[in-house]
């Protein structure tokens, strides 16, 4: 320990990584406030940042790991509609957006309850219920490995699309120290995704707040998504597809209960790779202690002591064979560690 700066010898990543995938890093740096980056990154300037392990997939062990835990949430600007809030990176995710809740600030309900931190939301763009969080960043602060300098990116610098940012094209080089967000003090709710004015109903709710949103979100999600509590998993392992227009109206023509969503251009959609890995039988599949989620099939699982290898593994051979079943390639979401898709 110096300057609060913690140095941990021989750390297992097995509670660390949401698969739980078996590993030991020779080095976990632990940095409880910013400042100390520069000292830590000294120490391991390739360490991997981790945040909940929840979007990775260790196939090999990091040399080293650098945690942030930073996690104070400040009031930048503020007026009539509108509060500017900085969070820091280390902060848990699903925390954040209820302190926010709970102080009147809405626009992250539909966020709710996705796991991991707030450094880590912008990386893949989180989204959920119809949200992205690209609608409500407005700059992202990070240490550039490169550059060895502070740097500060607006929306627009972070490039977001879905599931995708800068961020995720240059894996090492920026380590998000804060991330901040413009929410609202009146409420525009988004209740139009599938489910969510379904659940309200069933909770007997006519005139949702954006605490009654979240609590809907966490129900569905709850009810769809093995928990990695109780199973290790990564949420969806891949991404949903975006084709051109042309070959998915090809596909709904001969499989019309496909479900095809807009992509934000009349030139391309995207499709649901739960449903195209479904309907090459995957589901429920199991070798050894690599599998695909019984409930949901787009959710790789371990079902005790996979590795990230076997896992991989599976995962390619899904790929495959939506490849050749349908015509269309999908490709992984989580970060894979010590091995290229
Ligand atoms: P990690 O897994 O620790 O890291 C992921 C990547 O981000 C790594 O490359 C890591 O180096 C990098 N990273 C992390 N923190 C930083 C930082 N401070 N600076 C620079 N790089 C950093 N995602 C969604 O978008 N929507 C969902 O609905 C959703 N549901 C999920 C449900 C389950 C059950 C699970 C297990 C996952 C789900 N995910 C979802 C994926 C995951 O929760 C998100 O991607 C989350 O943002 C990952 O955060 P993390 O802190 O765990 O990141
Ligand atoms: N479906 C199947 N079989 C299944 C599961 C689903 O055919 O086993 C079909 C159903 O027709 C369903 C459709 O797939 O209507 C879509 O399923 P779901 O509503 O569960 O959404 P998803 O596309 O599988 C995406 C995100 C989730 C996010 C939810 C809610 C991606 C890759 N995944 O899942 O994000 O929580 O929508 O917005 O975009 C994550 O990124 O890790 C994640 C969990």
Known sequence: MSNGLQVIRAQSLRTRNTFGIDATTPLALRVNDPAQLPEALAMAPDALVLGGGSNLLLVSTPDAVLELANDDIGVIAEDGDHVVVRCGAGAVWHDFVMATLRRGWSGLENLSLIPGTVGASPIQNI???????????????????HEARWTRFTATDCAFTYRDSRFKHEPDRYVVTSVEFRLDRIPRLRLDYAGIRDELAVMAI????????????????????????????????????????????????????????????????????????????????????????????????NHGHATGAQLLDLARRIAASVQECFGVAIEPEPRIIGARW
Do not use: Q
């Not at 992205?132 to 990070?142: K, L, T």
């Not at 109780?230 to 084709?243: C, E, L, M």
């Open 127 to 145: 989204g959920a219920y119809g949200v992205e969080v690209m609608e409500r960043i407005i700059a992202v602060d990070a240490w550039d490995r």
């Open 206 to 301: 006519d005139t949702p707040a954006a605490n009654d949103v979240a609590e809907a979100v966490v129900r569905i999600r709850r009810r769809k998504l093995p928990d990695p509590a109780v199973i290790g998993n990564a949420g969806s392992f891949f991404k949903n597809p975006i084709v051109a227009t042309g070959l998915a109206e090809a596909l709904r023509g001969a499989h019309p209960d496909l479900p095809v969503f807009p992509a934000g251009s009349p030139d391309c959609c995207k499709l649901s790779a739960a449903w195209l890995i479904d309907r090459c039988g995957w589901k429920g599949h199991r070798d050894g202690d690599a599998g695909v989620s019984a409930g949901h099939a787009l959710v790789l699982v």
